[in-house]
C-alpha cells in the first residue's frame, strides 16, 4: 500500500492530472487479486502475465481508472523509480546493482521520493486516506 502511495505521489509531482493521480494510486491492484510475481519471472510464465493482464485491465475499469497505453507508460516509468528509491532505503546493498539504476528518469524521479517503511495498518490506511481524497476529487 505505501509503494502505491509513493508512486502517486511521484506522479502528482509531475502531472496535474487526478486521473493519471487515482491510476498510479491503483495500478498495483490486480495484486490484491493475484500474486506480486516478481518482474524477472514474468517472461517465464507468459499464460499468467496474460492473465494478470487481462485482470487488471477488469479491475481498473471496475474502478474507473484510466488505463491506456499512454498511462501505463507513465505508471511504468514511475513504478520503476519508486522501486529504485525503496531498493536502495530498504536493501543492503543500498540498491547498488538493482535493475534500473541504469534508467535515468527513474533514477530522478527516484531522488524525489521518500520511503517511511511503514508498519501494513499504518500503510493501508495511507492508502485509503489518498483513494478517498482523489475519488472525491474525480
Known amino acids: 500500500a505505501e509503494h502505491s502511495v509513493l508512486v502517486r505521489e511521484a506522479v502528482a509531482r509531475d502531472f496535474d492530472s487526478l486521473e493519471l493521480e487515482f491510476s498510479a494510486l491503483m495500478h498495483d491492484a ?3 487479486v493475484l500474486i506480486d510475481m516478481p518482474h524477472p519471472l514474468k517472461p517465464l510464465f507468459p499464460a499468467f502475465a496474460a492473465m494478470e ?3 487488471e485491465n477488469e ?4 474502478f474507473g481508472a484510466k488505463w491506456d497505453a499512454g498511462t501505463k507508460t507513465i505508471i511504468k516509468l514511475y513504478d ?8 536502495a532505503e530498504l536493501m543492503p ?3 547498488a546493482g538493482y535493475d534500473v539504476a541504469s534508467d535515468k528518469q527513474s533514477v530522478r524521479i527516484a531522488e524525489g521520493i521518500s520511503v517511511a517503511c511503514l508498519q501494513p495498518r499504518a500503510a493501508e490506511e495511507l492508502f485509503l486516506t489518498h ?6 476529487q474525480l
Open 93 to 95: 546493498s543500498g540498491g
Open 53 to 55: 493482464e487481462e485482470v
Open 59 to 62: 479491475i481498473m475499469a471496475h
Open 80 to 87: 520503476r523509480a519508486s522501486c529504485l528509491a525503496e531498493a
Open 131 to 136: 483513494y478517498d481524497e482523489v475519488r472525491k
Open 30 to 32: 490486480v495484486e490484491c
